[in-house]
């Protein structure tokens, strides 16, 4: 098995959905840009990508949004070592329907206050939703490895719920473990790297806004 020596998730640079999020009413989420800011986010956060990878093969997985497509084009990686794939597992979680944004912000509250993980969108999808197709697509990936060819990098531009949940499916974090986690920012990465113990490591940890209170003994 060809285990990759590095899996890099890349959130999409800021989109205009990050700064104004009354174009919800008027556009679709998945057709949503980036902003002049948050290309030079992906344009800047292409510079240490490439130097990371140097020479060597990419197998990159694009997200179908309009923002990560754009994120990625930005990186500015070479056509000639990347094989690259869109991927709708790795898509942003469905809201629902935005065209009411006094529902919206309801439902926003009802998802703060009965948890991000288990709260499901009406017409949409909760974050355990997100859970198992990503989780899906893990296993597809991870078959992926038994090619004795595969290239050692992989890179998944993606959104931040969908890099939390694709840790948490990693790495065996618990539901608590999860909801204390914050998004990383516009055009922030995360790298599951492969140690001499031939078990992947995070090579840094996201960012807690409170600290886990696990239901019982698997916490």
């Given at each position: 098995?060809?285990?990759?020596?590095?899996?890099?998730?890349?959130?999409?640079?800021?989109?205009?959905?990050?700064?104004d999020?009354?174009v919800?009413?008027r556009?679709p989420?998945?057709?949503?840009?980036?902003?002049?800011?948050?290309?030079?986010?992906a344009?800047?956060?292409?510079?240490?990508?490439?130097?990371?990878?140097?020479?060597?093969r990419?197998?990159?997985?694009?997200?179908?949004?309009?923002?990560?497509?754009?994120?990625?084009?930005?990186?500015?990686?070479?056509?000639?070592?990347?094989?690259?794939?869109?991927?709708?597992?790795?898509?942003?979680?469905?809201?629902?329907?935005?065209?009411?944004?006094?529902?919206?912000?309801?439902?926003?509250?009802?998802?703060?206050?009965?948890?991000?993980?288990?709260?499901?969108f009406?017409?949409?999808?909760?974050?355990?939703?997100?859970?198992?197709?990503?989780?899906?697509?893990?296993?597809?990936?991870?078959?992926?490895?038994e090619?004795?060819?595969?290239?050692?990098?992989?890179?998944?531009?993606?959104?931040?719920?969908?890099?939390?949940?694709?840790?948490?499916?990693?790495?065996?974090?618990?539901?608590?473990?999860?909801?204390?986690?914050?998004?990383?920012?516009?055009?922030?990465?995360?790298?599951?790297?492969?140690?001499?113990?031939?078990?992947y490591h995070?090579?840094?940890?996201?960012?807690?806004?409170?600290?886990?209170?696990?239901?019982?003994f698997?916490?």
């Open positions: 098995m060809a285990r990759p020596r590095r899996i890099v998730l890349i959130r999409h640079g800021e989109s205009v959905g990050n700064v999020d009354t919800y009413e556009e989420d998945h057709a949503l840009s980036l902003t002049e800011r948050g290309r030079k986010q344009k800047d956060a292409g510079g240490p990508l490439r130097e990371l990878f140097g020479d060597e990419v197998s990159a997985y694009v997200s179908p949004y309009r923002r990560t497509h754009q994120t990625f084009h930005a990186l500015g990686l070479d056509p000639g070592r990347v094989r690259v794939r869109e991927e709708p597992r790795l898509r942003e979680q469905d809201w629902g329907n935005w065209q009411d944004p006094v529902e919206v912000r309801k439902q926003k509250a009802y998802r703060d206050a009965y948890g991000h993980f288990f709260y499901r009406a017409q949409g999808e909760s974050g355990a939703d997100v859970y198992d197709r990503v989780g899906a697509f893990l296993e597809s990936l991870w078959r992926s490895f090619d004795p060819g595969h290239p050692p990098n992989v890179l998944l531009v993606t959104h931040g719920l969908t890099m939390r949940l694709f840790c948490m499916r990693w790495f065996h974090w618990t539901v608590a473990e999860f909801e204390c986690l914050s998004n990383p920012g516009n055009a922030e990465t995360r790298a599951l790297l492969l140690g001499p113990d031939g078990r995070l090579d840094r940890p996201f960012e807690r806004w409170c600290t886990p209170e696990p239901y019982g698997t916490g």
